[in-house]
C-alpha cells in the first residue's frame, strides 16, 4: 500500500534561512506527488505536483521540489524563508482511484 | 467562485448524538472526498464518491455513513458521536489526476 513519511513533525528556521522539508514516499509505480501547505483554521492548497519529467518542480510561493527515485524522496525547499510561510506542510502521494495518501504533516515555525 | 463549501464550521456534540456535515461544490467535478485531521496523523480517508451514485469506504470508515445526494453534494454522517470523532473534517473534490479542491473544513468536538 502506498504510504508517505514525513520525518520531522517540527523545523523552526530563522526569517531569511533556507529550507528544506523532508519527504519519503512508497509506491510500487512512478508515484504522483504533492506538497500542500495549511495556514491555521484554514484548509489545505496545493504548493506543487510532479507528474513525470523534469525532477525539479517549480511551485508557488517560491517553493520548488526535488524528486528522486533512488531514494524515494521528494523534499520540498524555499532559499529564503518569510514569516508567511509560517503554516503546516503536508507531501502526499497519489494513490488508486485518484486518491491521496497524506504524511503526518510538519509543522514550520519562523522566527524573527 | 465558491468551490467547496462545508456546513457547519463548528460543531459540538454530545456522546451518542448524531449529525450530518455537509459538503457542495460548485466546479462540476466527479468524485469528492472526506478526510479527518488529527494531530500528528496527517489526513485520513474516511470516504470518497468517485462518480455520482457511488461510494466506497477509505481508510477510517467506522462510525461513519456517506451519501452522495447528487453530483454537487457529498455528506458524511455521525450517527452516535464518540469522542474519538473529535477531529476537523476535511471535503475535497477533484477532477481527474488528482486536482483537488478542499473545503474550509468542520472542527468537530465530542465530550
Known amino acids: 500500500a502506498q504510504s508517505v513519511t514525513q520525518p520531522d513533525i517540527h523545523i523552526t528556521v530563522s526569517e531569511g534561512a533556507s529550507l528544506e522539508l523532508r519527504c519519503n514516499y512508497s509506491?510500487?509505480?512512478?508515484?504522483?506527488l504533492f506538497w500542500y501547505v495549511q495556514s491555521p483554521g484554514q484548509g489545505l492548497q496545493l504548493l506543487l505536483k510532479?507528474?513525470?519529467?523534469?525532477?525539479l518542480v517549480q511551485g508557488i510561493k517560491g517553493f520548488e521540489a526535488e524528486f528522486k527515485r533512488s531514494q524515494s524522496s521528494f523534499n520540498l525547499r524555499k532559499p529564503s524563508v518569510h514569516w508567511s510561510d509560517a503554516a503546516e506542510y503536508f507531501c502526499?502521494?497519489?494513490?488508486?482511484?485518484?486518491?491521496?495518501?497524506f504524511g503526518a504533516g510538519t509543522i514550520l515555525r519562523v522566527k524573527s | 467562485n465558491a468551490g467547496v463549501t462545508q456546513t457547519p464550521k463548528f460543531q459540538v456534540l454530545k456522546t451518542g448524538q448524531s449529525m450530518t456535515l455537509q459538503c457542495a461544490q460548485d466546479m462540476n467535478h466527479n468524485s469528492m472526498y472526506w478526510y479527518r485531521q488529527d494531530p500528528g496523523m496527517g489526513l485520513r480517508l474516511i470516504y470518497y464518491?468517485?462518480?455520482?451514485?457511488?461510494?466506497d469506504k477509505g481508510e477510517v470508515p467506522n462510525g461513519y455513513n456517506v451519501s452522495r445526494l447528487n453530483k454537487r453534494e457529498f455528506s458524511l454522517r455521525l450517527e452516535s458521536a464518540a469522542p474519538s470523532q473529535t477531529s476537523v473534517y476535511f471535503c475535497?473534490?477533484?477532477?481527474?489526476?488528482?486536482?483537488?479542491?478542499f473545503g474550509s473544513g468542520t472542527r468537530l468536538t465530542v465530550v
Open positions: 464518491s468517485a462518480s455520482e451514485g457511488t461510494t
Open positions: 510532479y507528474f513525470s519529467g523534469d525532477t
Open positions: 509506491y510500487g509505480a512512478t508515484p504522483y
Open positions: 475535497a473534490s477533484s477532477v481527474t489526476n488528482y486536482g483537488y479542491t
Open positions: 502526499a502521494v497519489g494513490a488508486n482511484g485518484n486518491k491521496l495518501v
